[in-house]
C-alpha cells in the first residue's frame, strides 16, 4: 500500500530552537495535513494544504506541500514547552478518496 | 476548527461483554466518519470507513462481526466491540470528514480495557 515516511522519528531539543520534520512518499498526493497528538488524547489538526508548493502558516508552524506533490515539510520556530507531543503527518492521494495515508510520527521532546 | 466529540472517553468491562463508543460531529455534518485503533507508541491504523446510511468498510483484517459501526445520522456513528477479549484493549479514536473539504478531525479517543 501506500506509504508516509516521516522524519525524523524523534527528537530532543532545547527550548526555544526551531524544529523540522518531512514526510515523503513515492506517490503523489493532493491533500497533506499536519496533525499533533498529546498522550491520551486524539490528533488535532494543525495546518491543511491542499495545492503543490502551497506555503502555510499558523503561529509558529508553517508547513509547506511540496512542488513535486510527494513531499512536506513542518517547521516549528521557538520551541516552547507545549509543543511537546507526537507529530503526524497525513495525505490523500486521490481527490475525493476517502482515506488518509499516516506517516509514522515525529515525537518532540523539549529540555527547558 | 470542527469538533468531535467521543464518549466514553475511558471504559473498563470484562472479558466476553460488550462495548459502545460513540462518535459525534458537533458542529458540521459528517458524511464519513473513520474509525482507528492506536497501539502505544504507533501510528494511526484505519480499521473502517463509515458513510452515512450505508454499511461500513472494512479494512484488511479487521473482523465486520467483531467490530460492528453503525453511522446512522450524519452527525453520530458508532463502534460496538462485541465480546471483547483482552487483546482488543486499546485506544480508539474516531475521525470525521467535513463535507465538500479534504480536512478530517479527530475525536479525543477512547481507551478501553478488557478484564
Known amino acids: 500500500g501506500q506509504q508516509l515516511n516521516q522524519s525524523p522519528q524523534s527528537m530532543f531539543i532545547q527550548e526555544g530552537e526551531d524544529v523540522s520534520m518531512n514526510c515523503t512518499s513515492s506517490?503523489?498526493?493532493?491533500?497533506w495535513l499536519w496533525y499533533k497528538q498529546d498522550p491520551g488524547e486524539g490528533p488535532v489538526l494543525l495546518i491543511a494544504l491542499y495545492k503543490a508548493g502551497e506555503l502555510t502558516s499558523n503561529g509558529r508552524l508553517t508547513a509547506q506541500f511540496g512542488i513535486t506533490r510527494k513531499d512536506s515539510f513542518l517547521n516549528i520556530s521557538a520551541s516552547i514547552p507545549s509543543d511537546v507531543g507526537i507529530y503526524f503527518c497525513a495525505g490523500r492521494i486521490i481527490q475525493g478518496a476517502q482515506k488518509l495515508v499516516f506517516g509514522q510520527g515525529t515525537r518532540l521532546t523539549i529540555n527547558p | 476548527g470542527a469538533v468531535v466529540s467521543q464518549h466514553p472517553s475511558r471504559v473498563i468491562c470484562k472479558s466476553g461483554t460488550s462495548v459502545k463508543i460513540e462518535c459525534r460531529s458537533l458542529?458540521?455534518?459528517?458524511?464519513?466518519m473513520f474509525w482507528y485503533r492506536q497501539f502505544p507508541k504507533q501510528s494511526l491504523m484505519l480499521m473502517a470507513t463509515?458513510?452515512?446510511?450505508?454499511?461500513?468498510?472494512?479494512e484488511q483484517g479487521v473482523e465486520k462481526d467483531k467490530f460492528l459501526i453503525n453511522h446512522a445520522s450524519l452527525t453520530l456513528s458508532t463502534l460496538t466491540v462485541t465480546s471483547a477479549h483482552p487483546e482488543d484493549s486499546s485506544f480508539y479514536i474516531c475521525?470525521?470528514?467535513?463535507?465538500?473539504?479534504?480536512?478530517?478531525?479527530f475525536g479525543p479517543g477512547t481507551r478501553l480495557l478488557v478484564l
Open positions: 475521525s470525521a470528514r467535513i463535507r465538500v473539504k479534504e480536512t478530517q478531525y
Open positions: 506517490s503523489i498526493f493532493n491533500t
Open positions: 463509515s458513510n452515512e446510511g450505508s454499511k461500513a468498510t472494512y
Open positions: 458542529d458540521f455534518q459528517a458524511t464519513t
